[in-house]
């Protein structure tokens, strides 16, 4: 049997504040594993650390996603370079599409993203998320797209993400996964379950070989002033200490 990775704790080397940080941003990424939205140790998770250095935690590399705790998040800063030389390396691909949007973006405090079977099926499809279900409402209100490239490495692709994606904080990558950001890792959350439930309807239903009843275009049109009414902006911050309890009966060690 495998043992546990040692990771010596670092929740007195860092402030109050981080250390929260880290145990939220470690549960979302127990969270994406719990629902099966990992793949394997690829997609990330990234949250702004509050203050001038513009300092980022994002996954160590290698380490499933099960597995993440509050200690071994690496910080980085914006050219995702490790402030603590003895942390986890990370994977550059990773952070290429979380810096760019973070940099012109001071409201997304977290930007997440996946692979998920569902996710990517949506993103190959031309039309891409329908407005089918009452979930796919509240992305569409606020949905933005950008077309595959090929591996997020290069450093022109930024401006081109950065500009697909604007004031949005729901994006579909072509071909590739789902993206959301928020003002906080529950709000990015809530945001990628809600996209993630709303693809899975997607895919379930064209399946079916039935003609699709789609939502009145009026309804999409004013989606988003029912959408705050409904959530509360996103609402990330009712849903989330459930979610804590429940990773806490199931999963207690994101807390490490």
């Given at each position: 049997?495998?043992?546990?990775?040692?990771?010596?704790?670092?929740?007195?080397?860092?402030?109050?504040?981080?250390?929260?940080?880290?145990?939220?941003?470690?549960?979302?990424?127990r969270l994406i594993a719990l629902y099966g939205w990992d793949d394997l140790i690829f997609t990330h998770i990234s949250a702004r650390i509050p203050g001038d250095d513009h300092h980022f935690l994002i996954n160590?590399?290698?380490?499933?996603?099960?597995?993440?705790?509050?200690?071994?998040?690496?910080?980085?800063?914006?050219?995702?370079?490790?402030?603590?030389?003895?942390?986890?390396?990370?994977?550059?691909?990773?952070?290429?599409?979380?810096?760019?949007?973070?940099?012109?973006?001071?409201?997304?405090?977290?930007?997440?993203?996946?692979?998920?079977?569902?996710?990517?099926?949506?993103?190959?499809?031309?039309?891409?998320?329908?407005?089918?279900?009452?979930?796919?409402?509240?992305?569409?209100?606020?949905?933005?797209?950008?077309?595959?490239?090929?591996?997020?490495?290069?450093?022109?692709?930024?401006?081109?993400?950065?500009?697909?994606?604007?004031?949005?904080?729901?994006?579909?990558?072509?071909?590739?996964?789902?993206?959301?950001?928020?003002?906080?890792?529950?709000?990015?959350?809530?945001?990628?379950?809600?996209?993630?439930?709303?693809?899975?309807?997607?895919?379930?239903?064209?399946?079916?070989?039935?003609?699709?009843?789609?939502?009145?275009?009026?309804?999409?049109?004013?989606?988003?002033?029912?959408?705050?009414?409904?959530?509360?902006?996103?609402?990330?911050?009712?849903?989330?200490?459930?979610?804590?309890?429940?990773?806490?009966?199931?999963?207690?060690?994101?807390?490490?």
């Amino acid at each position: 049997m495998s043992e546990r990775i040692a990771i010596p704790s670092k929740r007195d080397e860092v402030s109050a504040e981080e250390w929260q940080l880290r145990v939220d941003l470690a549960a979302a990424y127990r969270l994406i594993a719990l629902y099966g939205w990992d793949d394997l140790i690829f997609t990330h998770i990234s949250a702004r650390i509050p203050g001038d250095d513009h300092h980022f935690l994002i996954n160590p590399y290698g380490m499933m996603f099960e597995e993440i705790t509050a200690s071994s998040l690496v910080r980085i800063d914006q050219e995702g370079n490790k402030i603590n030389p003895d942390d986890f390396d990370i994977n550059p691909a990773g952070f290429t599409i979380h810096s760019a949007i973070h940099a012109v973006r001071e409201d997304a405090a977290c930007v997440m993203h996946t692979h998920t079977t569902a996710g990517v099926a949506v993103s190959a499809q031309k039309d891409g998320l329908l407005p089918l279900s009452q979930q796919s409402l509240f992305p569409l209100s606020n949905l933005a797209y950008h077309d595959y490239e090929g591996v997020a490495l290069r450093e022109d692709e930024k401006a081109r993400l950065q500009k697909d994606l604007g004031s949005n904080n729901f994006m579909i990558l072509r071909n590739h996964g789902l993206l959301t950001t928020g003002g906080s890792i529950a709000d990015a959350f809530l945001g990628m379950y809600i996209l993630q439930r709303a693809c899975e309807v997607q895919i379930q239903a064209l399946s079916g070989n039935r003609e699709m009843t789609p939502i009145p275009g009026g309804i999409v049109d004013t989606i988003r002033q029912q959408a705050e009414q409904v959530t509360r902006g996103m609402g990330g911050k009712l849903a989330w200490p459930g979610l804590l309890r429940k990773l806490d009966r199931v999963d207690p060690g994101f807390r490490d």
